[in-house]
């Protein structure tokens, strides 16, 4: 198989790389705004992307005409620790970027309703301007786990599917996540990543050894994925 087709942005610190992303990102939701009167982001969890969050926050546009969603999220209330959506009311959704309006995908209840709530709800945010992913030292990026019971289904860059529930060992809880030909049909898909471990898995899965779920993004996405990565 051919090489994966990416361009990366590497900087000397986080703090660079954040200020860097948040600029970038609100540079395009400005173009989509402008453009078309609105605008659409789905950001990741974890602990990589606060410091992006607390950059893009205080980038000055009409935030108010931009909606903001998750790429995944675990199945626990906001108010967890681990949840996407608390992180992302804490960080983001703050500062000039409080006019923003959020689209979260977990509701209490049995796992595929939600996945049909949350698919129900996130359609008028679809299909996105920007999906900004990150990445586990997996190879996992959203919630498309290597040992997902429906990775394949996941991964299926034909699928009609909004959100999908996955059930995953390695995910710890049940997870909500956005299709894969969800995220590719973003005007613009990026990959957040912080570390050499992780760089080095990420070239690993795009040289033609590895077949890691985060490769499909790659494999399957119109233009080049966009790689943000520091030390």
Do not use: C
């Not at 209330?77 to 309006?101: C, M």
């Not at 070239?203 to 399957?220: C, I, K, M, N, T």
Request: glycine fraction near 8%; charged fraction near 25%; proline fraction near 7%.
């Amino acid at each position: 198989m051919d090489e994966a087709q990416s361009d990366w942005h590497e900087f000397a610190s986080r703090g660079e790389l954040a200020a860097a992303l948040g600029r970038k990102v609100a540079s395009l939701l400005g173009d989509a705004i402008a453009e078309r009167g609105e605008a659409r982001l789905a950001v990741s969890g974890g602990t990589t992307p606060r410091l992006f969050f607390h950059a893009l926050s205080r980038e000055k546009l009409d935030w108010s005409k931009v909606t903001v969603t998750l790429v995944d999220e675990r199945a626990v209330p906001p108010d967890s620790p681990r949840s996407n959506q608390g992180l992302v009311t804490e960080t983001l959704l703050r500062n000039e970027a409080a006019a923003a309006k959020f689209i979260g995908l977990y509701t209490p209840g049995d796992l595929p309703g939600a996945a049909r709530r949350a698919s129900d709800a996130i359609s008028k945010a679809l299909p996105l301007d920007m999906a900004v992913l990150g990445m586990g030292t997996d190879g996992h990026t959203a919630s498309f786990f290597p040992d997902a019971d429906n990775l394949e289904e996941l991964l299926d860059p034909n699928s009609p599917a909004k959100v999908l529930a996955v059930n995953a060992p390695s995910g710890v809880e049940p997870r909500l996540t956005l299709a894969l030909a969800r995220i590719v049909e973003a005007g613009f898909v990026a990959l957040h990543i912080e570390g050499q471990e992780k760089r080095t898995v990420l070239e690993s899965a795009l040289g033609q050894a590895a077949r890691l779920p985060v490769r499909a993004v790659f494999d399957h996405a119109p233009a080049p994925v966009q790689v943000f990565w520091a030390p």
